[in-house]
Structure formats: structure tokens, C-alpha cells
């Protein structure tokens, strides 16, 4: 912290001239970006809409309102779907991300130079597609239905769990890989032996952690048409049967309540 002499006084500053004009000058050059951006988002806003959206907002719930209970016995159907899509999407996800994960992590790749690039770029090419992007793309080459939402799912899933799985696998502990090795083990048991059952907690952790995640994505896969409840919800939508959208509200945070339920206990039983 600088300190500034005035006569015999003593005078502590947060920052000299310098870093006091730099400071300066990056808060004046990003209030100018968030006002230009502002204007931006300005000139592109019908304000009419935005100030009718209480209206249409009230509106809408007097739609909704009461909802369809009589509807329900037509979601379980719908609502086994979703849970299949986000397990069976979770499963494959993981078995797809596992491989993955030891050809990117530094210290069980086979080539740091051209193994582990390639891996790192397929984890990443994995994490930076929306699981809805796929299932619109999927839903063109293999048609609408659960295949397309669980192959979104997956392909989604093995980016996240690669990713967290890798970097667990970099933080193990040397010692034992090393007290493995020194009994004149093979790779593969090696990593059988010394590095599978370190990571075993935090596989089992991420692989529950995302199938709580995919349980939200699954309920709006459908409205691309990649199967689950979505589609029920999007036919709903179209219709203007507003009671029955309400219903399908709350099925769906009923599911997801129950979801997040069943994995912090999951994930509490393997941590």
C-alpha cells in the first residue's frame, strides 16, 4: 500500500497516481461498454410489450387457472419418459467421459502431445453444445422420439463429467500409484489398483450430481422433439390448453423436487 509523506504526516493510500488513473480508466471504459450495450438493447426493445407484460402476464395465470387436475393420469407416461431419457442419457454420458477423462488427465494420458489434445478437445466440444442444440440436430438425423433425447443427453453428460473426472484423477494421491507400480503391476492394473478406487467417490458423486442436472434437461428436450414430457408441454402450448399447461408446471417441479431429493441423498450414501 503506497504511503504518501505530507510534512510529518504520514498519509496511507489505496493506490498511487498510477494505479489510480489505471483503475480510473478501466471503470470509465467499462461504464461506456455497459451504456453502449444498453443502448443497444434499447433501440432493440418494443417497450409497448414491455409495458403491457403485466397485463399479459395476469392474463395468462387467469388462463391457467384452475389447472386440469383430471389430466394427470395422461403424464405418467410422459413423465417415465423424462426419467428414462436423463438415466439412460447419464449412462451412456459416463461411459462415453470415463475413457475420456484418463487419456486428458496429466498423469494417466498415454502422449501428452497427441493423446490428450485430441481428448481435451472432444471434452470440450461435448461442454460447449446445449444439450438443446443436439437434440435439434439429432431429431434431423434420427427423427423425433427418446433416441434423440438420449443421445442429447449423452453427448451433453460427457463433457461435464469428463471434465470434473479428469481433474479428479490429476489430484490423486502419487504415493500409492506408486507403491502399485513398485510391485512390478502392469499399467492396467495400476490404474485398477492405485487410481480407480481414489476417484471411486467422486465418480459415483458427478455421476449422480449430472443425472439430477439431466432430469432438468430432459423436461425441455421435448419441445424439439427429442420425447419426455416436453412434448406434452409443446402440444399444450400450441393448443392454448393453458389449464393443462399449468398441470404439466407442476408435474414438472414436482419431478425435479424429487430428483434433487433422490440425489443429495445419493450423493450423501457415496461421499
Not at 510391485?183 to 478406487?197: C, D, E, M, W
Request: charged residues 15%; contains cysteine; glycine residues 8%.
Amino acid at each position: 500500500m503506497p504511503v504518501e509523506q505530507q510534512g510529518d504526516t504520514r498519509i496511507w493510500r489505496r493506490r498511487d497516481r498510477k494505479a489510480a488513473l489505471r483503475h480510473f480508466g478501466v471503470t470509465l471504459a467499462v461504464a461506456a461498454l455497459v451504456v453502449f450495450c444498453a443502448t443497444i438493447i434499447s433501440d432493440q426493445t418494443t417497450w409497448e410489450f414491455v409495458g403491457s407484460a403485466p397485463l399479459q402476464g395476469a392474463d395468462l395465470a387467469m388462463r391457467m387457472w384452475p389447472p386440469r387436475l383430471s389430466y394427470l393420469t395422461e403424464l405418467w407416461g410422459p413423465v417415465i419418459d423424462t426419467i428414462h431419457i436423463a438415466t439412460l442419457g447419464t449412462i451412456l454420458g459416463v461411459m462415453i467421459a470415463s475413457p475420456l477423462a484418463f487419456l486428458a488427465a496429466n498423469n494417466t494420458t498415454p502422449s501428452r502431445a497427441l493423446v490428450r489434445p485430441v481428448a481435451l478437445a472432444l471434452l470440450v466440444t461435448s461442454r460447449s453444445v446445449n444439450s438443446i442444440i443436439w437434440a435439434l440436430m439429432l431429431v434431423v438425423i434420427f427423427g423425433p422420439g427418446m433416441l434423440s433425447g438420449i443421445i442429447a443427453i449423452a453427448l451433453r453428460s460427457v463433457g461435464f463429467c469428463g471434465k470434473l473426472l479428469y481433474e479428479a484423477i490429476e489430484e490423486i494421491d502419487a504415493h500409492t500409484v506408486e507403491a502399485v507400480a513398485s510391485t512390478g503391476a502392469s499399467r492396467l492394473q495400476v490404474l485398477t489398483f492405485g487410481v480407480i478406487p481414489q476417484i471411486a467417490p467422486a465418480f459415483a458423486g458427478i455421476s449422480v450430481y449430472r443425472w439430477d442436472i439431466n432430469i432438468r434437461e430432459a423436461t425441455v428436450l421435448g419441445l424439439v422433439g427429442a420425447g419426455g414430457i416436453g412434448m406434452a408441454l409443446q402440444g399444450a402450448i400450441d393448443t392454448l390448453a393453458w389449464s393443462r399447461v399449468s398441470v404439466i408446471f407442476l408435474v414438472i417441479l414436482g419431478t425435479v423436487v424429487l430428483s434433487e431429493w433422490v440425489s443429495a441423498k445419493a450423493r450423501a450414501a457415496v461421499i
